[in-house]
């Protein structure tokens, strides 16, 4: 059986449009054209109704009231609604704040606008695993503690945070809690009560629908979540986020919705089973490959490893037959090693020689054995290559060696 390539691993960054989202957004763009705040004929109830079904499809997904979901263009403004919204709806109350280290930098840089605004943001520090320690984050909060921001799961190690824990801790404390779920959505179970959730943002493309739609969603009593706008206009959504809404996209965010809230179980148990049997390849054919994150608490789909002796980018382009990424996509513009595996504890080496494999509900197990073979090849290939690896099988210790310069 031939192999199509290139072999798309890199789930975490994007995933591709289910085709029957793609079916479901179709009529919106050429039938169904209404704007969704025209009360006034039946193209504009048309498609508000079709708003008003993804609202619900999104809710259910959450164990949230439709009345609780603000369509926004992604997790980046929702974070960025969620965080400067509350901090100045809030300010009155205290202009002191609590996130993570390892975030990603859509809740890092809102954070940072607000640290040049005189608010005070506390970085909680991550151990090897890349986990926040709970008795810290009690420690951080203060009588002026508006916020508490901390990610569901991280994008680039897969590490999940104790969210049930943290959002107990925060509601005894009186303290709003943000969560950044755009990776845990169709891969891990959310439910805003029993986890104790007053704002999540999400991102329809992470969950095979379509790129540019996502939704915040703001809790509506105990307590009673209020936000200011960042964008001021005609009032929709509850005057959160006005401009007119994206109606294809929002009804394709409404139909991955649902099929991630129905089918969660196979597509949970598929990507797992997939993402085990490459890391299983993987460290079989290569056994100091090093997988980086908590092994036990983390997204099913995602696998962080590096390879030690071996620079990430020669390695990217040595297994060019498949997309996978190091770092994330986000940052990935710069050669500067990994913020999130810096704060692991991981050096320079290791953060560089790391790739982020993220495998999806369109993946094979053809694929993945494809790629086991492919790495296992080039690792080895461009080891043989290397003179530090050859002084390692030596036996010689790295850390002790003085290097000249000349």
Not at 129 to 157: F, Q
Not at 177 to 200: E, K
Request: charged fraction near 25%; hydrophobic fraction near 40%.
């Amino acid at each position: 059986m031939t192999i199509k390539t290139p072999i798309y691993m890199d789930n975490s960054a994007t995933t591709q449009c289910d085709p029957r989202v793609v079916d479901k957004m179709v009529r919106y763009f050429a039938e169904d054209f209404g704007n969704a705040a025209s009360r006034n004929h039946a193209f504009g109830w048309q498609a508000e109704s079709a708003v008003d079904q993804a609202r619900e499809e999104v809710a259910l997904l959450l164990g949230a009231h439709p009345k609780e979901i603000v369509f926004t263009s992604g997790s980046t403004e929702a974070n960025n609604l969620a965080i400067k919204g509350v901090a100045e709806m809030y300010a009155s109350k205290g202009r002191h704040l609590i996130s993570c280290v390892t975030e990603h930098k859509a809740v890092i840089d809102p954070l940072k606008h607000l640290e040049q605004q005189g608010y005070e943001v506390t970085w909680l520090e991550v151990d090897g695993m890349g986990r926040i320690d709970l008795e810290a984050l009690r420690g951080a909060i203060r009588p002026d503690t508006i916020l508490v921001s901390l990610m569901a799961a991280n994008n680039e190690t897969g590490t999940a945070h104790p969210i049930a824990e943290i959002g107990a801790l925060c509601k005894e404390r009186g303290v709003l809690f943000h969560t950044d779920a755009t990776q845990v959505v169709g891969r891990m179970p959310i439910d805003v009560q029993s986890q104790g959730i007053d704002l999540l943002s999400l991102s329809a493309h992470k969950f095979y629908g379509p790129k540019g739609v996502g939704a915040l969603y703001v809790r509506r009593k105990s307590p009673r979540v209020r936000l200011a706008p960042l964008m001021d206009g005609g009032g929709h959504e509850r005057g959160m986020r006005s401009g007119t809404l994206n109606v294809p996209g929002i009804a394709g965010m409404g139909e991955a919705a649902r099929l991630a809230r129905e089918e969660f179980d196979q597509n949970v148990a598929k990507v797992q089973a997939l993402r085990d049997r490459l890391e299983q390849g993987i460290l079989a054919g290569l056994p100091d490959a090093v997988v980086n994150g908590d092994t036990e608490h983390r997204l099913p789909h995602l696998s962080n490893i590096s390879f030690p002796y071996v620079e990430g980018e020669s390695m990217i382009m040595g297994i060019k037959d498949v997309a996978v990424s190091s770092g994330s996509a986000c940052t990935s513009a710069s050669l500067e090693p990994s913020y999130v595996l810096k704060s692991l504890g991981l050096g320079d080496e290791l953060a560089h020689s790391s790739i982020r494999f993220s495998v999806g509900r369109f993946n094979t197990e053809e694929e993945v054995d494809f790629v086991v073979d492919l790495v296992v090849r080039e690792v080895t290939r461009l080891r043989e290559m290397s003179p530090l690896w050859e002084m390692v099988q030596e036996g010689i210790d790295l850390s002790k060696v003085k290097w000249t310069h000349h």
